[in-house]
């Protein structure tokens, strides 16, 4: 039997695509779509999953709206799929507990495409050994959340590994203390928001007399996140609280 899906944000612009995608799998059956702007599609996820029987929600929406929609579907023992930016380490935190609580798998990655989630494995190799780093975080003029996924993902990854060597604290900075950045986990992150970028991160390690900087930069079409998203809908089913990150379905 499919997997039955529901996609949050299915006129969206990464939502309309993989909901393409899941409609297209054999393997998979696209039973709901939730989008304020689409008469055709459910306007909440409360309404959607109450309505149609669902294994697995997807949410490609907003950083406002993420939370309340898993927590609903959780709370429903359907699993899901988190495509979204602006969940914090202290919400995956209760979005795990609420999880493991209904016996529920939830697989979020702050970018779904397969050279993000390599940049993810790269980068944590190189935190072992390279002892100082930060991060820049691109995206474009409009949008609303700082940092993005794939940057907030990235430095509480690192966090897991070790902090940073600092040479001054940033509570110690002379001038102001916000040019230092943003501290997620241990890490600095820089958000930059301009025009014609979509989305980029790019962290820049420090050795002795030496650097290496790594950096994924997205393109213009969705296409990069489908693959990724089929393989956490297929995989979310078997597990139970929430993974972070792509590469660790790889």
Known sequence: MPLRV??????????????????????????????????????TVEEALDAVPTDVLVDYTTAAAVKGHVLAALDRCVAVVVGSSGLSAADYAEIDERARQQGVGVIAAGNFSLTAALLLRFATEAARQLGSWELIDYASLGKPDAPSGTARELAERLSAVAPPMVGVPVEETLGEREARGATIGTTQVHSLRLASFSVSTEIVFGGDDERLSIRHDAGSTPAPYVAGTLLAIRAVRERVGVTRGLDQLL
């Open 6 to 43: 529901c996609v949050a944000g299915v006129t969206g612009w990464t939502g309309r695509a993989v909901g393409e995608a899941v409609a297209a799998a054999e393997d998979l059956e696209l039973v709901a779509g939730v989008s304020r702007s689409d008469p055709a599609s459910f306007s």
